[in-house]
Structures are given as structure tokens and as C-alpha cells.
């Protein structure tokens, strides 16, 4: 026979859990200084702006022969 298991307490413990993890999430997201967030948007931009300046376009599609 298995062990007893109180479902209130094991319901409860998860979400404490669930609620413990999201807050870490939004701890991660929002917990940066602003100097962090306007880093991290520059560098996506300039990530942003090399990934456009290397793609290539399909001519093919463009002609009209």
C-alpha cells in the first residue's frame, strides 16, 4: 500500500512553487538597472541592424522578363 498523501498540502505546495517561480522570472526581466535595459537595447538594435545589412534579396522574384 502507498504512503497518505494530505491533496491540500500538496496543492497548496505547488502553488507556492508556481508563484515562486514566476516571481524569479519576473525578478530576472525586471530587476535590472536601467543602464543594464538601455545597454541590452542598443545591442539589439546594432544585432538588428547587422543581421538586415547582411540579407540577401530574392532578385528572381523581382524581374519581370
Known amino acids: 500500500m502507498g504512503t497518505v498523501?494530505?491533496?491540500?498540502?500538496y496543492r497548496k505546495e505547488k502553488q507556492r512553487a508556481a508563484r515562486e517561480r514566476r516571481a524569479n522570472e519576473k525578478r530576472m526581466l525586471f530587476g535590472?538597472?536601467?543602464?543594464?535595459?538601455?545597454?541590452?537595447?542598443a545591442?539589439?538594435?546594432l544585432d538588428k541592424?547587422?543581421?538586415?545589412?547582411?540579407?540577401?534579396d530574392d532578385l528572381s522574384s523581382e524581374r519581370e522578363d
Do not use: C, W
Open 32 to 41: 535590472l538597472p536601467k543602464i543594464e535595459h538601455t545597454k541590452n537595447a
Open 49 to 56: 541592424r547587422r543581421l538586415d545589412g547582411m540579407r540577401h
Open 5 to 9: 498523501v494530505n491533496l491540500n498540502r
Open 43 to 45: 545591442q539589439r538594435s
